[in-house]
């Protein structure tokens, strides 16, 4: 660890953390091309991001098979878009935080009849508290980026078959919380004091140095992998914190925040878009092309966390 913080210090640059800055003031790219008839998978589409993205790929045309929670909603949802928009909403209900959700989802989406155009890993979490899932990781970890990373790897054989597809993992720049780096012999906060930033930041770090690894499994497919940053908006993530939290959050937080219409836009353009056709393994902020924190571009702890991951999911590595 020290060795690497070292190797982080020196890899650190004034000028990625200005540009950070600069870019968190650009408006999305807008992409004018309709997705008529494609498929488009969102998880966690019934709030939030999620929600508005999911309105709006349908509003170009695009079907939706979302990945939620809460069954009454999705239902809400389903009749919503289909009536308003004239396009199908099918849904799975499935909780992002539990292993078993996680493999029977991907094995529903595997034997999924159509073709899956594009992936949009939108589910997440933000505690103040430490949580451990019912399997005995913690929930943050798991949410963003175990079930990314289990649906994903699951899913690299058909996504491949297909010659074209594009995933997009809804990251954030909080992955610059994890200053230095992943604790890889303590991914559960079982060895340091908790805390949310770091926890969050840890996750979104792990789901980047994920990309690393699977850009190479995806290599000369067709199927392409990004990031993206989706702006300073606000939604409902922390609402399982407690009313301090909650009440700081709605006063004060939240007025700052944009409408989550930015994010929306800027996951339409780089999940439609021509310009970017081919473009892999990019951390975008919004619609902007950004260097992540040198721990999120460490190739060798990234292939460490890939040996790892597999054995805390039970996943069999092959020549995929």
């Not at 992409?31 to 008839?37: I, L």
């Amino acid at each position: 660890m020290r060795r690497k913080t070292r190797q982080y210090i020196r890899e650190y640059k004034w000028s990625n953390i200005f540009a950070m800055i600069r870019n968190s003031r650009k408006d999305p790219v807008i992409c004018t091309d309709d997705f008529k008839g494609k498929l488009v998978v969102i998880t966690g589409a019934t709030s939030g991001i999620g929600y508005i993205t999911a309105r709006k790929f349908a509003s170009e045309g695009a079907n939706l098979l979302c990945i939620n929670r809460n069954e009454e909603k999705s239902e809400k949802l389903r009749r919503e878009i289909e009536s308003e928009f004239g396009v199908k909403c099918d849904y799975r209900i499935a909780d992002l935080s539990r292993m078993a959700d996680i493999f029977r989802v991907s094995d529903e989406l595997l034997a999924f009849g159509s073709p899956i155009d594009l992936i949009i890993h939108n589910a997440g979490v933000y505690l103040t508290k430490r949580e451990l899932t019912p399997d005995g990781f913690d929930k943050v970890f798991v949410v963003h980026y175990l079930s990314s990373f289990i649906m994903n790897y699951q899913l690299l054989d058909k996504l491949k078959a297909q010659e074209k597809a594009r995933i997009i993992m809804v990251g954030s720049e909080g992955h610059r919380f994890a200053a230095w780096g992943l604790r890889l012999d303590d991914l559960n906060w079982e060895k340091r004091r908790y805390s949310g930033l770091k926890s969050y930041g840890s996750a979104k770090t792990a789901q980047l140095l994920s990309m690393i690894v699977f850009v190479d499994k995806l290599k000369g497919s067709g199927v392409t992998i990004n990031t993206m940053h989706p702006g300073a908006v606000k939604t409902e993530t922390g609402q399982e914190n407690g009313p301090l939290y909650r009440w700081f959050k709605r006063n004060l937080f939240d007025k700052t925040l944009k409408s989550a219409e930015i994010s929306a836009e800027a996951l339409y353009y780089l999940g439609v878009s021509k310009e970017i056709d081919g473009v892999t393994g990019k951390f975008f902020n919004l619609t902007t092309p950004e260097e992540p924190a040198p721990p999120a571009l460490d190739r060798e702890v990234a292939c460490e966390l890939w040996e790892k991951t597999l054995k805390m999911t039970g996943l069999k590595e092959d020549k995929r």
